[in-house]
């Protein structure tokens, strides 16, 4: 390894290779408590750097771990899987390489980030949007792609094409009609000629992607959404049912997202807390009871839903008209959209004297940011998710959790589309989380009429050991109850590769041999959904 810096120095210059304990801290942090040994942090700024970063790694036998911002919060954060290998940090390629309007794409390197993309796409006035994910605006596009994330509107993974890896045997490979020159429909169809590669990079362990192009969406003529409340825990099988036959029946083609009382408390209190300091309320155990309460007083029950609809003013219009009659008599059922918040606000700041439309205007302001997330709009007040059930007040909207006093873990089953079979899986994750003495929060996203992605996350304190050894206990007991019943997770963290790969596995085993072939010395990512 200290022959392998040595090189890396000598090709990326001094500052860009870490290797002291003061400047690697700030890499090893995690959510999910766990530590590696890290011997070194690259920080290439171009392909071509990339390139000799994997050429001296090959030289020296040394194993690389990619990220692209490090914002894996609750899976590994910028963790390897395995310890002793080099980190590869590639945010410094932050280049939007090309974005055409036409046909809504836009061509980037790693370093991207959602915020940084929507920001480029206001200031030149483009009619388009990007599918944003629930995280803050500084995480990156292709790393999210690159695990499979889920953003709202549609799986992350299935708008990435036209990729350029550089392989762990050193090549440098172009994706779909990419590697043709002169194709002028190398953003346009991912598929190109021949077998398609693209299906191997994500959650794959053989190259390191160097650019993609990501699908961005026509901006509508119209935006709304849709927001469902029920009083009822017996409700939830028949609010889940809806959601199906309504995108069934094509009245939406967004992502659904329902979530029990406890994530909506967790992505709304702290925003309704901090507006109530703003307003001049006292910090402290008091002022947050007070917001929570709010939240029950505003009718968010044991369930709420929320679904972003895109169309014309007519397909908006039928869609208010369907969700009504669909969950007539089951769930109380909101639209939102800018006119009513235009309207919304001003009634509030001409009414603001009245106790009772100022808590409104508060309400309005926390739900606000997460409004924007159905409209394609990215927000940092998120972040406060992962703070505020620690109760470690003192980080709120610190951008790097990771260094923080919060612990965080998440599980990922994907379920069928099934009312019975989600209610069935809230008791059991209620049941194993109780026994371990933690609260679950839930959100069970509607992705296709098919399958429905389970996000269930576990918020500890990572300064007491006990409840570590507790959280970890808990998660680690509900990843394989999942592999048990069926439902095996869409995306694990690094502690948890154990559930997924199996050498008996034909599958695994192919996996490890196209690893012999692509990076044979082994060093992208060792261990990363791999045998090897």
Known sequence: MNGAIAAWREVLGTEAVIADAEGLEAYTGSLCATERDVPCVLRPDSADGVREVVRIANQFKTPLYPVSCGAQWGMGSRLPVRGGAAIVDLSRMNRIIEINEEHHYAVVEPGVTQGQLIDHIRQNGLKLMLNVTGSTSTTSLIGNAM??????????????????????????VQTGFGHFEGAKTSNLYPHGIGPSLDGLFPQGNFGIVVSACIDLMPEPECCMTAVVRIDSEEKLGPVIEGMIALRKNGIFHTIAHVGNRERSYILLAPMRYQIMIREGGTPGPE??????????????GPWSAGVGILGTREQLRYARREIRRTFRGIARTTFLDDAFIRTAKTVAN?????????????????????????????????????????????????????QSNSGLMFCLPILPASGRE????????????????????????????????????????????????????????????????GYPPYRVGIDSMHHVVNEDDPFWQTVRDLKQVLDPNHIIAPGRYNLV
């Open 147 to 172: 695990d499979r994330g889920v953003g709202y509107f549609d799986s992350r993974a299935d708008g990435i094409s036209n990729m350029s890896v550089v392989l762990g045997n050193g090549k440098t």
């Open 422 to 485: 989600v209610c069935d899986m809230v008791k059991d994750i209620r049941d194993t989380f109780t026994r371990h003495g933690f609260e679950a929060a839930i959100t069970v996203n509607l992705m296709t009429d098919k399958a429905m992605e389970g996000v269930v996350s576990l918020a500890f304190d990572k300064r007491d050991a006990a409840r570590v050894e507790a959280a970890r206990a808990c998660i680690q007991e509900m990843e394989g109850r999942y592999m048990e019943q």
């Open 287 to 300: 002022l947050r009871q007070q917001a929570a309460t709010m939240l029950e007083e505003s009718g968010f």
């Open 350 to 402: 001409l009414l603001s004297f009245i106790p009772f439309v100022r808590k409104q205007k508060m309400m309005l302001q926390a739900i606000e940011p997460t409004y924007g997330l159905t409209q394609g709009q990215t927000s940092d007040t998120c972040i406060n998710t992962i703070y505020w059930p620690t109760e470690d007040f003192e980080h709120l909207d610190s951008l790097d959790p990771a």
